[in-house]
């Protein structure tokens, strides 16, 4: 379940939000079953800039797109997302371009298009050892963060590399488990799991984006929009044609 609460009233949530997309409206049902039903939430991804649009990652490897103005739960969640077999780990949007979105779940990272919801845009390799977070730079578009089991970070630059992180560091002894990017792009905060918060300064390569890079990623999001559309005329001419033929038949 997802709740809101109002920092001015900390002993119960304004509003909570259970997961359960069936349409079964039997309020007969024990409690038991309706449980069985809904997603477990594993992270969530919410834009202050945006209040009312949310993402949720689930337990079942689901992402939802979600929308505070719906009064149902169906009308709250306005896209699903089938991302990954297991649990996600971690759902991002890209701050810079709103529509693209990662996901940290099966030992790899992958990226989204809100527009294309048949696969990713662009995944890594599966990794040997489990990726526990992932965050978006927040002044490099292009550059991403990951966090790993066994202690490590990982830096990736999606115009320069795209099957192996561009910088690879050893942060503790112990599993890091989540990572958080200063607005001004040059800090990371990464908690580890013995409880220390650890504060990483990155050199100006990983916070001051090129001057093309804007352009080559706004490139690439048109090329993507592009392909969607022509997927989605071929459809459309499939579609047609298909019963263009069941009305032949019909008359023969």
């Not at 809904?38 to 929308?67: A, K, Q, W």
């Amino acid at each position: 379940q997802v709740m809101w609460w109002d920092a001015r009233k900390l002993t119960e949530p304004t509003e909570v939000l259970i997961l359960d997309l069936s349409k079964n409206e039997n309020a007969d049902e024990p409690e038991w079953s309706k449980q069985a039903r809904t997603h477990g939430v594993t992270c969530m991804d919410y834009d202050p800039s945006i209040p009312i649009r949310f993402m949720i990652g689930t337990e079942t490897g689901l992402v939802f797109n979600g929308n505070r103005k719906g009064k149902t739960v169906l009308e709250k969640i306005s896209a699903t997302y089938y991302c990954h077999h297991g649990p996600v780990y971690s759902a991002k949007r890209n701050p810079a371009f709103s529509k693209n979105f990662l996901t940290v779940g099966d030992w790899q990272v992958r990226i989204w298009s809100e527009d294309v919801k048949e696969s990713p845009i662009m995944w890594t390799k599966h990794h040997e050892v489990r990726l526990t977070d992932g965050a978006w730079s927040e002044s490099k578009p292009s550059v991403f963060y990951t966090t790993r089991a066994d202690g490590f970070l990982e830096c990736w630059d999606v115009l320069q590399k795209q099957s192996d992180p561009i910088m690879t560091m050893k942060v503790a002894d112990q599993a890091l488990n989540c990572i958080r990017c200063h607005e001004g792009g040059a800090l990371l905060a990464v908690g580890g799991n013995c409880g220390i918060t650890y504060v990483i300064k990155m050199n100006d390569w990983f916070v001051t984006p090129g001057k093309n890079d804007r352009a080559l990623l706004m490139t690439n999001e048109q090329l993507i929009d592009d392909n969607n559309d022509n997927k989605n005329k071929l459809k459309n001419r499939v579609e047609v044609g298909a019963d263009e033929l069941q009305d032949q038949t019909n008359v023969q």
